[in-house]
């Protein structure tokens, strides 16, 4: 029982599994983030975009907007591969950003918020 052959096997299949459980339990597609202003303020009613990246192009998934106090939450998400933008009327647009997660429909925090500036186009 303590041969090589046989704890290497397992220890790999205790792994694989743990692996496997924990995806199970975090991929609900669920992308949770914040909206400022470029002082910090939080932005409420920004419509954040959300966009899914294939081999060529951006194809637009969706959008939410903003609550009171700049969060978004995003619930559909089905890639592992995505583009967030945010962008209000009066307070300017976001940078876009992109995400990268382990798997799809990974959930999400970010950890940054976007950052609205009104920057002249």
């Known amino acids: 029982m303590r041969s090589r052959f046989v704890l290497v096997p397992l220890g790999l299949a205790i792994v694989i599994g743990a692996w ?7 991929d609900d597609g669920i992308v949770r983030g914040r909206v400022v ?3 910090g ?3 409420a009613g920004a419509v954040v975009q959300i966009m899914e990246q294939n081999f060529t192009t951006n194809s637009e998934r969706g959008n939410v907007v903003t609550g009171p ?3 978004f939450v995003i619930l ?3 890639s592992h591969n995505i583009q967030l933008r945010a962008e209000k009327e009066g307070k300017g647009r976001s940078e876009q950003r ?3 997660l382990l798997f799809r429909a990974q959930n999400v925090t970010l950890e940054a918020p976007l950052v609205l500036s009104a920057r002249p186009r």
């Open 98 to 100: 992109v995400v990268r």
């Open 76 to 78: 559909d998400n089905r």
């Open 41 to 43: 303020a939080p932005v």
């Open 37 to 39: 202003d470029s002082d």
């Open 20 to 26: 496997n459980a924990w995806i199970a339990m975090h």
């Open 69 to 71: 106090d700049g969060t």
